[in-house]
């Protein structure tokens, strides 16, 4: 669960970013991209390619297959704004708390999403201790059908119908 739970904070955090006017994860000009970080597919950062000139400029593909490491907007903020990749191993890093911010308004969820049912189970146990309550139960689950046959429940029935009609005619 806690793995899962990982993700959804994950999810969270992306979306709160999504609602800034450019998306972090499109561009390489943020405090956490390196120098490999490459906006454009096609070039790398200082506009050359592996050859050291303008003319060809080369894919990411290419770049990958010939042993750079060149990284798109997103793989970067990925890597070191959402998971602050620590440098080394021994390095353990710091509590990332804008996840940690994300992983309590993913149980916050868990919480808006059962309170109305533990609610509405405890005023349930609290309507059932109420003297007769067993009986308005009983006529609520099981009705009494033969009382659709009386002529005075029709008769009420029919009356109401008919007032409600006058009153809804007579108003407008």
């Given amino acids: 669960m806690p793995y899962y739970t990982l993700f959804l904070a994950w999810s969270i955090y992306y979306m709160v970013k999504s609602c800034s006017s450019v998306l972090p994860w499109t561009t390489c000009g943020n405090s956490w991209n390196t ?3 490459i906006d454009d597919m096609n070039t790398t950062s200082n506009g050359t390619n592996m050859a050291g000139n303008t003319s060809e400029p080369i894919t ?3 770049r990958r297959e010939n042993g750079t ?3 798109t907007p997103a793989e970067e903020f990925f890597r070191y704004n959402v998971l602050n990749v620590s440098t080394e191993l021994e390095d353990v890093g ?3 708390w804008h996840i940690v911010g994300c992983l309590c308004a993913s149980y916050a969820v868990y919480v808006t999403a059962l309170l109305p049912y533990v ?4 005023i349930f146990i609290t309507v059932m201790q109420e003297p007769g309550a067993l009986d308005g ?3 609520y689950v ?3 059908f033969n009382k659709l046959l009386d002529v005075q429940v ?7 119908h008919i007032y409600y009609q006058l009153l809804d005619h007579s108003g407008s």
């Fill in 69 to 71: 490491s060149a990284r």
């Fill in 142 to 144: 099981i009705p009494d």
């Fill in 154 to 160: 029709c008769q009420r029935l029919c009356s109401k």
């Fill in 94 to 96: 710091a509590v990332q």
């Fill in 119 to 122: 609610l509405l189970l405890s």
């Fill in 137 to 139: 139960l009983y006529h």
């Fill in 60 to 62: 990411i593909t290419e």
């Fill in 35 to 37: 120098d490999l970080c």
